[in-house]
């Protein structure tokens, strides 16, 4: 799968994206600790500080995480964490919540989501938005990289984790899991 390119950052961060809408998707209380794998310039990470008692950053790529320290510098309760492919840089129960968002259809290490699993709390729940690729043409990736929200919802169940909440817009899917206990 190809990563998004630091070249196109501003996009992410274009006033036309809403924020809110994701958050709302799960239920957050002021004593959570969440993961927004995949940040980039913390399209989620940034208002997610205002609300939670702290955010673990994380992106396999460098300059998108420059980019976001850029913004960040003032912050308390954020770690910006570079992190490889099939690993997440963070303690094992340590997240109550996480958000995938547009970043499912970039992870080339089905590893990465056993790492999931493991820095989750039991019962932690976590938020995956995505291209639909039941939609085309709408400007997204290509066709052969995306997910369709049932192929979400197999791969996350495959890794320990049951849906509770699907939900689509025009252009997007989104899927709401918790981890299930240990087998
Ligand atoms: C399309 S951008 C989305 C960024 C941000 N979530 C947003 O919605 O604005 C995808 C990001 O995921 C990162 N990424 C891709 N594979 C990853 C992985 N296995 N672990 C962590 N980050 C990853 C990319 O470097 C890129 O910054």
Redesign the pocket.
Same mark, same amino acid.
């Given at each position: 799968?190809s990563? /998004?390119d630091?070249k196109h950052?501003e996009i $992410?961060?274009s006033k036309d994206?809403d924020a809110d809408d994701i958050l709302r998707l799960l239920e957050l209380g002021e004593e959570d600790i969440v993961l927004?794998?995949?940040?980039?310039? *913390? /399209?989620?990470t940034l208002p997610l500080l205002d609300i939670v008692r702290k955010v673990y950053a994380?992106? =396999?790529?460098e300059e998108?995480l420059d980019r976001l320290r850029e913004k960040c510098d003032t912050c308390e309760n954020v770690d910006i964490l570079l992190?490889?492919? *099939?690993h997440?840089p963070v303690p094992s129960g340590a997240v109550d919540k996480a958000? $995938? =968002?547009? =970043?499912l259809h970039?992870?080339?290490?089905r590893g990465?989501f056993d790492e999931l699993y493991r820095v989750m709390k039991q019962e932690g729940e976590v938020c995956v =938005?995505d291209w639909d690729k039941d939609v085309e043409g709408d400007g997204g990736?290509p066709d052969h990289e995306r997910l369709t929200l049932d192929g979400a919802i197999e791969m996350m169940n495959e890794h320990g984790f049951t849906v509770f909440k699907t939900g689509k817009t025009k252009t997007h899917f989104h899927a709401c899991f918790r981890k299930d206990a240990p087998v």
């Open positions: 799968m990563k /998004f630091p950052a $992410l961060d994206r927004d794998l995949g940040t980039g310039t *913390g /399209f989620l994380v992106d =396999v790529q998108m992190n490889e492919e *099939g997440i958000f $995938l =968002v547009n =970043v970039e992870i080339d290490d990465t =938005v990736p």
